[in-house]
């Protein structure tokens, strides 16, 4: 290329060059620290992490996961956070100990760790599985117990008794138990089938204990559904907008200027669409809807309250200057030719619109609801004034006519990120959960942009080549 | 049919209605009903879109035209320290923001190969998907503490950035002619990562030792004990870092096209009469592409005022009127998130909150507009240009 | 339409829709089928009812909790409606509210003390601050001074007991102002004052707990059961000049002055026996096991008398 072969040097020349090329490195640095961080954290959360056995300086026993270090905030030393479990013992399940207290650490194989409801986890050791009066020790209780919880938990007979660090005795029944594991024994293979075991529960199951664990399948679910209502509804709306102003309206002054605010309205910020949704569709619309309909109810809202109708109908408002301008470009780029063409042969504006222009914009169109909907799906703000739930143990979707309850309120993913962040009973619990969580939106919303820019490339490829 | 939006489109309408009669069977009565159903309806939705659009802004006045009769100042009280603490934190933005922005547009337009190009727009583009309730959280809770503790490191990791970037250049300069060969000025953006990574560590493990050397306690201690100044750990310095990673992307894109739609005959024109590159940028692409830049910069604005969820997690939601970047801040919109579903409708501070989202509104939308007209007149400035 | 152009958008779109119809069933399938019982209740005890729901379907896996969280008030609200028939609460109804409830019903509702809740004063964990009076906290959250103070308290060194604790002015975190538990903080420990300006506000008590533990010369408040090990509890010192630390004894007796009640208001005319659904709910709360998961959710049981008046 004739604007690189040119390379005279000026003082100020080479600096301002390399400054810029630091930016684009610099750019593409802090998003990889970003999605390593969200990977490393999240992904890692899942693997059983091997369990430390400490003697303390005061004599003390303690098991726990060694998490971080922080410095002391006087003086030189550090201290070490321990997730130590057995919550009903000390009353915490978190402990910092001093690097300086700790006289050894050892990683013994006999070390187990439980999780259980409603206490959390244990970290101990085993003595016995008590089973119908027999008292089974060793491996074969491991291989009893590996047995009994793949029964579901109201099957399932039988006792744990165990150890704490601190010596004292414990019993478990083993319905409350829901995971055992012994960390420090297994092999490479065993922990990575552990982690994906744990992956996937953290995909498919509903969130325990207030949120600090299990998983987010309903958060899943909520913006899917979610998600799904909105591009019903902004496709249609959408494409029949773009069609009027490309195809129908007449090409003046006043087109530019509509095309200029539709543009620009994709550059409001969201929550003023949250402000919108709440004061029309949920105070309006809905307020009036349930005095008409829901009368008997009142003064408790069913629609004058956020629920799912009303975010996916603000997120389709959102959306809509994202479908109507990328629709808008495949119409533009598709030939008059073809208009004319069909127009010649006698075709009607409808027959043109529907047999020539509309398939031939498809993909335009795909791609602009695409990027609807990986908006929607990463967008918090507006969903926290028109019908977010912190927990929502009904599903919007369910086996009760009418099956769908679109005024149901609903969990979402990014909510449920901010509110595990904020609202959770336990912080340090949450928080790699959040990182999971966090992982996971990202991820989605991804996957959907890189569908968009593929499908957009292709068809540019396309109109390249014919 | 006679149809007034084609005959629009070609100027050659009379000889295009010749054409445009149908030479073989007319259209029966019944498809031309269809056509002309469907018409009316295409036309009823789109208008119809087009006036739920405009009702966002007619709700917005509405609903804030209560305030007119009981407007007192302790609604402007209340809400003037929202209205600096918006403006503040968009200032913070953009100051981190656009010198990245920029300059990553400006490598990209001007020295990538086009191969290169079309890989690192589309990735440094997707910076843009990442949820901003994501970035909110890792500014809040993991950049939050790390900079209060790590304050020093953080002020010379800023500074030491570009000089880091200069430093490379002079190395490279010095450099076997072999070595330039391999490590190409175009490809530059990608081999300075480790590069920075590096030197961005060596950063992090000088700055506590020299701080403790020369301040004798760590800086923020310093800057209280000396000056007196407050630091908070959630402050406007991490809303400006986080918010400024989510605008990079959108300033970046729309800079990048400016300058990447300069015609090439230009620049090439320039250099044949004996420009350097950085006089051709000075002189002929920045004053071409200089439209297009602003409105790049006005988008970036108007995302950095009305973001959300960012400022709701990466600040201390404080509403203070203080100008130092170490202290906290609460927007309009964090405020209208917080407070809005709380606020029963028809209270004073209901309306005071629509009345702060018609502010954001308005301001988004002048914003925008602005960008958009500016960006058009641009567009045909090109293309005279581009086919002169 | 037929063009091969459309085919690959096509497939990715077909892709889509299978993946999500797929995603769809397992839910479908998971839904919840017989006897429900709706509760609708303020946003501090979600977590506790919604364990305690939990436990209920493990004794009768019959009955399913329906929950709805919102605020207190919206709890009152709906009981007086009639639209639920159990509000758990954090703050016992308002004259107002009981008022229009006997109006429409004829009857009070039942109130039922659950279990105990407070308030706690939280530092750095290595903080060398013990105990705090109420003129302290004042002076340092509040603008008004309405406790009697006499000067604002900015910084660690400024603390009434001479503190060695070098890390300048103290940075005040709390909630934000539609909470609960920033009006219960402004009223009982502002004396009904005004918050300083520059006190952050988190809109969440984890939150608050967070940005303590992660700097030296934080304080903030927030609910008990957030209490992690990476804070301190400050002792609080009451008008007799003994500092009283918020233990669960304190706090059950009602010592530690931010403790608080949770109440459950059940719509249910006297002599009349309640629903079984219900009364298994209300068995189960005042029972040893109901008892237990309101330690496991990190509040705090009621005590052996609160417990038998409840019961009764």
Not at chain 1, 73 to 85: C, D, M, Q
Not at chain 1, 159 to 188: H, M, Y
Request: hydrophobic residues 50%.
């Amino acid at each position: 290329m004739s604007r690189t072969s040119h390379r005279r040097r000026w003082p100020g020349d080479a600096l301002w060059a390399w400054l810029c090329a630091g930016c684009v490195a610099l750019s593409l640095f802090m998003l990889a620290t970003l999605l390593t961080l969200l990977t490393v954290k999240g992904l890692g959360h899942f693997w059983p992490a091997t369990l430390e056995e400490l003697t303390l300086r005061s004599g003390e026993q303690m098991i726990g996961q060694p998490l971080r270090e922080a410095p002391m905030p006087t003086g030189s030393a550090t201290e070490r956070l321990y997730f130590t479990g057995n919550r009903e013992l000390t009353g915490a399940d978190w402990r910092w100990v001093g690097v300086d207290e700790i006289v050894s650490a050892a990683t013994p194989a006999d070390v187990i760790r439980l999780e259980r409801s409603p206490w959390g986890d244990f970290i101990g050791r085993l003595i016995a599985l008590e089973l119908d009066g027999e008292r089974l020790t060793g491996d074969s209780a491991f291989d009893r117990i590996s047995q009994l919880l793949a029964l579901p938990p109201s099957e399932r007979s039988g006792e744990l008794v165990l150890l704490s660090p601190s010596g004292r005795g414990l019993v478990q029944p083993l319905s409350g138990v829901n995971t055992f594991v012994a960390p420090n024994a297994l092999s490479i293979g065993e922990k990575t089938a552990i982690w994906g075991q744990g992956v996937w529960r953290f995909l498919s199951e509903g969130p325990r204990a207030a949120n600090t664990g299990g998983g987010v399948w309903p958060a899943i679910f909520g913006t899917l559904l979610m998600v799904i209502l909105m591009s019903v509804i902004v496709t249609p709306f959408g494409v029949l907008a773009a069609v009027y102003l490309n195809e129908i309206a007449h090409q003046n002054r006043l087109t530019r200027l509509v095309r200029i605010g539709v543009r620009n309205l994709a550059g409001v910020p969201s929550i003023v669409y949250g402000v919108f949704g709440l004061g029309v569709f949920v105070y309006g619309v809905g307020g009036s809807l349930d005095q008409w309909f829901f009368d008997d109810a009142l003064p408790s809202p069913t629609f004058g309250t956020g629920g799912l109708l009303w975010a996916s109908l603000t997120l389709a408002l959102l959306t809509l200057p994202v479908v109507i301008v990328a629709t808008e470009e495949g119409l533009a780029r598709i030939p008059d030719a073809q208009r004319e063409g069909a127009v010649a042969l006698g075709a009607t504006r409808l027959e043109m619109l529907t047999r020539i222009v509309l398939p031939m914009a498809t993909p335009a169109m795909l791609t602009g609801v695409i990027l609807a909907v990986a908006r929607a799906a990463g967008e918090v703000a507006p969903l926290m004034l028109v019908g977010v739930a912190k927990l929502a143990p009904q599903m919007p979707l369910d086996a009760e006519f009418p099956y769908l309850h679109l005024e149901r309120k609903f969990m979402h993913l990014g909510y449920h990120l901010f509110d595990s962040a904020f609202h959770g009973d336990d912080v340090e619990a949450a928080i790699p959960l959040v990182y999971a969580t966090a992982l996971l939106l990202v991820l989605i919303v991804l996957v959907l942009n890189l569908t968009a820019i593929f499908l957009r490339h292709y068809l540019r490829r396309q109109r390249g080549e014919s | 049919m006679a149809d007034a939006s084609l005959a629009y489109r070609y100027p050659l309408a009379p000889f295009y209605d010749v054409v445009m009669t149908p030479p073989s069977p007319a259209p029966s009565s019944l498809r031309t009903l269809k056509d002309r159903i469907a018409t009316g309806l295409i036309t009823a939705a789109g208008i119809g879109v087009l006036l739920a659009i405009l009702a966002i802004g007619v709700f917005l006045v509405w609903e804030t035209l209560p305030l007119l009769t009981h407007f007192d100042t302790l609604s402007l009280e209340k809400l003037s320290p929202l209205a600096w603490g918006t403006l503040k934190a968009a200032i913070a933005a953009l100051v981190l923001a656009v010198p990245v922005a920029l300059g990553a547009a400006i490598f990209s337009a001007l020295f990538m190969t086009d191969r290169l190009r079309a890989r690192i727009k589309p990735s440094l583009e997707l910076m843009e998907a990442v949820p901003g309730v994501v970035i909110g959280f890792v500014a809040g809770l993991v950049l939050a503490p790390w900079v209060e503790r790590h304050l020093a490191s953080t002020l010379a990791l800023l500074l030491w950035l570009p000089l880091s970037a200069g430093l490379a250049g002079i190395l490279w300069h010095l450099a076997p002619k072999a070595l330039r060969r391999a490590l190409s000025l175009e490809s530059a953006g990608l081999w300075l990562l480790p590069w920075i990574a590096a030197t961005a560590a060596l950063v992090l493990w000088a700055a506590p030792i020299l701080e403790q050397q020369w301040l004798g306690s760590d800086l923020a201690t310093f800057l209280d004990r000396r000056f007196g100044i407050d630091y908070t750990t959630r402050n406007t310095l991490i809303v400006g870092l986080a918010m400024g990673f989510a605008i990079i992307p959108s300033v970046y894109s729309l800079a990048e096209d400016a300058l990447y739609d300069i015609p090439k005959p230009l620049m090439e024109g320039a250099q044949a009469l004996g420009a350097s590159r950085w006089q051709a940028l000075w002189k002929v692409a920045l004053p071409m592409a200089g439209p297009g830049i602003f409105s790049a910069v006005m988008i970036g604005a108007g995302r950095a005022v009305g973001e959300t969820m960012i400022v709701l997690m990466a600040s201390s939601n404080a509403a203070l009127m203080s100008a130092s970047p170490f202290e906290g801040l609460r927007s309009f919109s964090a405020a209208i998130a917080i407070e809005l579903p709380e606020a029963p409708p028809d209270s004073q501070t209901y309306h005071l909150l629509i009345l702060a989202a018609l502010v954001l509104f308005l301001f988004t939308f002048l914003v925008n507009t602005l960008a958009e007209v500016v960006r058009q007149r641009l567009r045909r400035r090109y293309q005279r240009l581009g086919g002169a | 339409m037929k063009s091969p152009r459309s085919r690959p958008a096509r497939i990715v779109a077909a892709l889509l829709m299978g993946g999500l119809l797929w995603l769809a069933t397992p839910a479908v399938w998971a839904a919840p089928i017989t006897g429900t019982l709706g509760a609708t209740g303020s946003d501090t005890m979600a977590s506790l009812v919604l364990r305690w729901g939990e436990a209920l379907a493990a004794r009768h896996p019959g009955i399913t909790m329906q929950l709805q969280a919102g605020g207190s008030s919206i709890a009152a609200a709906a009981l007086v409606a009639g639209t639920t028939r159990l509000a758990p609460m954090s703050r016992p109804l308002s004259r107002a509210e009981r008022e229009r409830f006997e109006h429409r019903y004829g009857y009070p509702p039942r109130e039922l003390r659950v279990a105990r809740d407070a308030l706690v004063v939280v530092v750095h964990r290595h903080n060398p601050l013990r105990a705090i009076t109420r003129q302290t906290l004042d002076a340092l959250f509040s603008s008004t001074l309405a406790c009697g103070g006499e000067a604002p308290i900015r910084r660690w060194d400024d603390l009434p007991p001479p503190l060695d604790w070098p890390f300048g002015h103290v940075a005040l975190h709390g909630r934000n102002q539609a909470s609960g538990t920033f009006d219960l903080f402004r009223q009982r420990a502002l004396c009904g004052g005004r918050f300083r300006a520059d006190i952050s506000e988190y809109p969440g008590s984890s939150a608050v707990i967070a940005a303590v533990g992660s700097a030296p010369n934080a304080m903030g408040y927030s609910g008990y059961h957030h209490l992690t090990p990476m804070v301190r509890a400050l002792a609080l010192i009451n008008a007799e000049g003994e500092a009283i630390d918020p233990t669960p004894e304190t706090i059950q007796s009602g010592e530690y002055p931010l403790a608080r009640n949770l109440y459950l208001y059940v719509n249910a005319a006297p002599g009349t026996p309640l629903p079984p659904a219900e009364r298994a709910f209300i068995e189960l709360i005042l029972s040893d096991e109901g008892q237990q998961i309101v330690r496991a959710a990190g509040f705090v049981p009621l005590a052996d008398e609160a417990l038998e008046v409840s019961q009764n």
